[in-house]
């Protein structure tokens, strides 16, 4: 227990969408809290972009008011201005579910979405799980691949599908309670622009899925990104029933590029060419390699004590009705209010206060898994209740979408601005007359205005830079651009539309 204060001191592993919530919840609420994980940093890859809807609310509720806008910093379509939107085509007439004030939903760039939930929150990254210890007393300690532990009076184990803690509860492996879906699946990237660009948006904004029974496969197209050049990163999946899937030798362990390309044509050859005009244009380097298996859980109940589970890690599930960060998010702000309830001078069983809370959130993980499950087959067969992003779809037009009438068009001279935050937090330590870090910024077209005297003061335009660092950066820009920011030992770019809010991780190296 923390001197001086009842507050347990909670121990979260994993820095995904669950652990990240949880973090932001018990930094409003003044719980102490350590956050691990094993990636090496924030700009690890954790996947495409994710739909949230029904809890868009609760997040600004549950976090503190100094969080940059959810929907400027991270918005998957940014800079363009178009609703995020899901289609689902073979059916005879395409479903939409799109993004209105009736209807909320957002889509968010992955990695944009966990740096956004990282906003202020210190992580301490690097740290891969190896195994749990539970003391007397009530203490309950992590030790880590490094040989490092850390200890407090709660863990939260937020690590995932995969989840170490989670085998440590249930005191099984998890290849023994993970169920497999006998579903294939091969997986492609590629980058578009111009009309071929064009044309994925007028099938759908942010994702789409063809199924059809006759078919025999279902497809799945998904934008990641829009990139400062207008052109787009895109990813795509087709998937097949396949009761083999989960064999050790399955072909598509070793399937080279080229035969997964193939495979993926001649599946899809029946289909109209817009729709498969994108595995057409995606070079076979773009393929991913190796197989996927998906994977989901249902867990009947857990012991009751100081650990308990959210997310993935409590019931994983497939992706096909993009529930399973959502449900994530609102294990993560439920346990939140659990531990708000705790008092460790009381002599109440901490475990019993957790324990409601667990069981509704395995009770709700539950159904979702359910419903998931058969999720891409059911909207092959119900096709008017087709539901997606918590919205049921609803038919619409086709559409036709131009880019010059979506791009952003800021008035000559107007000035866009946005703020660099970093959490450094020898920054506020050392105090800005030993900042005195070189930082390298390119000022093109950008004149530089910053609260910090001892920063940059001014840098004139078109010149490269080297001045102090600040903790608070507020920059004006002319026009929409990527901007490069270089320090010693790493850089980053941001868009000087979309960047507002953006943090920046302390640089080890400094
Ligand atoms: C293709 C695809 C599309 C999806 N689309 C959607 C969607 O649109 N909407 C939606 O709501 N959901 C969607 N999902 C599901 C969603 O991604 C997951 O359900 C969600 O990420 C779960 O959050 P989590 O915090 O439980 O786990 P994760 O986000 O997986 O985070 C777990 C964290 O734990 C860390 N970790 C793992 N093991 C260890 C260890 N041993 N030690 C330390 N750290 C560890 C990992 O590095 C990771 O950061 C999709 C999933 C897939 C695969």
Known sequence: MTPGSAKPRVLIVGAGLGGLTLAQCLRKQGIHF????????????????????????????????????LRESADHLLPLKLEPQICFYGHGQKMTVENTPETQCLRLNRLLFRRWLATRIPLHWGKRLRRVEEEEGGCVTVHFEDGTSASGDILVGADGVNSVVREHLLGQPNSEVLNSIPLSNIWGETTLSGEAFERQLSLAHSTYAYSSQELGCVILVGLNKVNADLSADYYWCVGWDDPDAGKPDHWLKYASGAAKHDWVMKMTEPLEYKF?????????????PGQTVYRDLIIPSLPTGRIVLVGDAAHAMTPFRGEGGVQAIKDALNISEALGHINLEDSTDVGLILEPYQREILERGQAAVLMSRNANKNNQQVHNSIVAWGHV?????????????????????????????TCDPRISKIGPAASNYNVMLNTQDMSLQSRDPHSFGHASPGIVTTGRFSSRWNLKCMEEKDLHFKFRKSACTVNSRTGAGVELQADEQW
């Not at 890859?45 to 969080?67: E, K, T, Y």
């Not at 005009?277 to 991913?288: K, M, N, R, S």
């Not at 609803?394 to 107007?414: D, F, I, R, W």
């Open 34 to 69: 350590e956050i691990f994980d094993r990636d090496a940093d924030i700009l690890a890859r954790q996947g495409w972009a994710i739909a949230i809807h029904s809890i868009v609310d609760n997040l600004s509720v549950s976090f503190c008011s100094d969080m940059p806008p």
């Open 276 to 288: 498969r005009e994108i595995f057409q244009l995606t070079p076979v380097a773009d393929i991913l």
């Open 393 to 421: 779809a609803k038919p619409t037009a086709e559409e036709n979408v131009v880019l010059e009438k979506c791009k952003p068009h800021l008035p000559q001279g107007m000035r866009t601005s946005f703020q660099i935050l």
